[in-house]
């Protein structure tokens, strides 16, 4: 299949990487061949995956624009991943913000400082906690389905099928699982801040003692618009991280049924690390953007 400059080709696995030119890709490969092997792998991973995520955002906004986006597989990936996610947030949520009142409440009680508890669930929840906590979920339960999913299709040779028809794999599956990992980690990153917040506001007048005048004024003297903006951000990115990861490792699945298995826990450890990176990327910003607040 010959490939064409700035314009994505179908193809299956990696076949993203055939966006790139072909003097490109071939000066490409003489310089990763004179690396270490592992550094060889994750550099082509990287760039394969960034191909994949270029030739599916290309796809994305030229269905768009003809109306041809696949509307019907984009409903069925969100309510999958609202279905399988949804409930382990809430459980994960309740616990997470009865233990953040109940380590802060006790070292508040210490110094005479009960009063803020509700800053610490506005700075622990919703600057940091709750977009993290989404994305593994997300990648944890839903991602590793998806992974199995496309996996299973490649080692049976659906994707080559789907080529063989004149079918882009990349529109027709990566791109609306795009949009669906966006909206849904925004919509499940307001789920765990709302069951935290709420949890932790019910722990800490019941066993804490406290007031509700205490809890909201703290929360809302540290907590402002820019910082539950930021959270849906860095959910929406944590969430395109995630199903990035479970597509491409799907997608690149191979020895059957095992390498399906090794994909989806490859994708899990290699979802964690790359987001806990990527949020102190965009916390360092978020710090150097909007002045935080001392008082």
């Not at 609202?82 to 382990?88: D, G, I, Q, R, T």
């Not at 910082?227 to 059957?256: H, M, Y």
């Amino acid at each position: 299949m010959t490939s064409q400059v700035g314009r994505p080709q179908p193809g299956a696995a990696a076949v993203a990487t055939r966006w790139v030119a072909p003097e490109r890709r071939a000066l490409g490969d003489r310089v990763s061949g004179a690396l270490p092997g592992p550094i060889r792998r994750s550099l082509e991973a990287v760039g394969g995956m960034y191909s994949m995520f270029a030739a599916s955002l290309y796809g994305l906004g030229s269905d768009l624009v003809r109306r041809k986006f696949e509307f019907e597989e984009f409903v069925e990936r969100s309510w999958f991943l609202v279905s399988v996610a949804l409930l382990p947030a809430i459980l994960v949520s309740i616990p997470l913000g009865v233990a953040i009142a109940l380590q802060v409440g006790a070292l508040a009680a210490q110094i005479g400082a009960t009063s803020f508890v509700g800053a610490a669930d506005a700075i622990g929840v919703l600057r940091e906690a709750s977009p993290i906590i989404t994305a593994l979920l997300l990648a944890g339960v839903g991602g590793s389905a998806v992974c199995a999913e496309l996996g299973a299709r490649t080692i049976r040779e659906e994707i080559d099928a789907m080529i063989v028809l004149g079918l882009n794999p990349l529109r027709r599956l990566v791109a609306p699982l795009m949009v669906a990992g966006v909206l849904i980690s925004i919509f499940l990153n307001f789920v765990v801040i709302f069951v935290s917040i709420g949890s932790a506001y019910i722990f800490d007048l019941a066993a804490l003692h406290g007031t509700r005048g205490s809890f909201f004024g703290a929360f809302i003297q540290f907590a402002t618009v820019a910082d539950f903006v930021t959270s849906e951000i860095k959910a929406g990115v944590f969430g395109l991280i995630a199903v990035l990861i479970a597509a491409f490792q799907g997608l690149n699945a191979k020895r059957g049924p095992t390498g399906v298995g090794e994909a989806v826990n490859q994708s899990v450890v290699i979802t964690g690390i790359v987001l806990f990176a990527f949020n102190l990327i965009i916390t360092e910003i978020f710090f150097a953007v909007v002045p935080q607040r001392t008082f």
